[in-house]
T-cell receptor, first 114, second 113 residues
Framework: NAGVTQTPKFQVLKTGQSMTLQCAQD?????MSWYRQDPGMGLRLIHY???????DQGEVPNGYNVSRSTTEDFPLRLLSAAPSQTSVYFC?????????????FGSGTRLTVV | DQQVKQNSPSLSVQEGRISILNCDYT??????FLWYKKYPAEGPTFLISISSIKDKNEDGRFTVFLNKSAKHLSLHIVPSQPGDSAVYFCAAQQREYGNKLVFGAGTILRVKS
C-alpha cells in the first residue's frame, strides 16, 4: 500500500517555465488537497477536490491550476513559475474529509524557482 | 487573517517530562481540530483529533484538550521521548467549507535525553 505518492521529490525551474507536480493515491480517497509550506507560515491550502471532476480554490490559488479526472490522481500545474513559488509542496488525501482519521500526506516536492 | 495560531515557535523539554503544545483559533465555527507531527524531509503525519463537541481526546501518550470558550486547544505528550522531537502543527476544519484544513505555523519540539 503506497499511500500518497508525489513526484518529483526535487525540482529546479527557471522563471517563466511551467511544470506539473504529480500526486497519486491508492486508498480510494475522495478528498485530495495541495498545500505549500513556507518558513513561519505553516501549510497553506492551494487547491482541493472532494471527488473526481470537482475542484475548488484554497487560500493561495494564484499561479496554480488543478484537475481531477480520476479518483487516484490530482496533479498541480504551475503555469508560469515565479521565484515566489519556491516552496515545499505537499499533496494530501482523506476518505472522510473530516477530522476522523485526518488526511494522509505525501512526502513532498521541494521546488526552487530561479 | 490567521485563523489558527501557534504562538510558541519552539519548546524544549526533558525526556520523561510532559510536553504541552498550545494552539489558539479565532473561528468559533470550526468543527474539528487536528494535530500533525512532521519530521524533516517528510510529510506531516496525523496524530490526534478532537471534535468541537468534546473537550478531551486521549490516545496513548497523547491527549488533546479543547477549551471552546477560550478558543484554545493544547496537546499534551506524557511522557516525552526523544523520538517526539519534530514540528507539531495544529489544524482546524469547518464542514461548511468542505472540511478544508487551516494550519497554524507550527511549534518545534525538542526532547532532550
Amino acid at each position: 500500500n503506497a499511500g500518497v505518492t508525489q513526484t518529483p521529490k526535487f525540482q529546479v525551474l527557471k522563471t517563466g517555465q511551467s511544470m506539473t507536480l504529480q500526486c497519486a493515491q491508492d486508498m480510494n480517497h475522495e478528498y485530495m488537497s495541495w498545500y505549500r509550506q513556507d518558513p513561519g507560515m505553516g501549510l497553506r491550502l492551494i487547491h482541493y477536490s472532494v471527488g473526481a471532476g470537482i475542484t475548488d480554490q484554497g487560500e493561495v490559488p494564484n499561479g496554480y491550476n488543478v484537475s481531477r479526472s480520476t479518483t487516484e490522481d490530482f496533479p498541480l500545474r504551475l503555469l508560469s513559475a515565479a521565484p515566489s513559488q519556491t516552496s515545499v509542496y505537499f499533496c494530501a488525501s482523506s476518505y472522510t474529509g473530516t477530522g476522523v482519521g485526518g488526511y494522509t500526506f505525501g512526502s513532498g516536492t521541494r521546488l526552487t524557482v530561479v | 487573517d490567521q485563523q489558527v495560531k501557534q504562538n510558541s515557535p519552539s519548546l524544549s523539554v526533558q525526556e520523561g517530562r510532559i510536553s504541552i503544545l498550545n494552539c489558539d483559533y479565532t473561528n468559533s465555527m470550526f468543527d474539528y481540530f487536528l494535530w500533525y507531527k512532521k519530521y524533516p524531509a517528510e510529510g506531516p503525519t496525523f496524530l490526534i483529533s478532537i471534535s468541537s463537541i468534546k473537550d478531551k481526546n486521549e490516545d496513548g501518550r497523547f491527549t488533546v484538550f479543547l477549551n471552546k470558550s477560550a478558543k484554545h486547544l493544547s496537546l499534551h505528550i506524557v511522557p516525552s521521548q526523544p523520538g517526539d522531537s519534530a514540528v507539531y502543527f495544529c489544524a482546524a476544519q469547518q464542514r461548511e467549507y468542505g472540511n478544508k484544513l487551516v494550519f497554524g505555523a507550527g511549534t518545534i519540539l525538542r526532547v532532550k535525553s
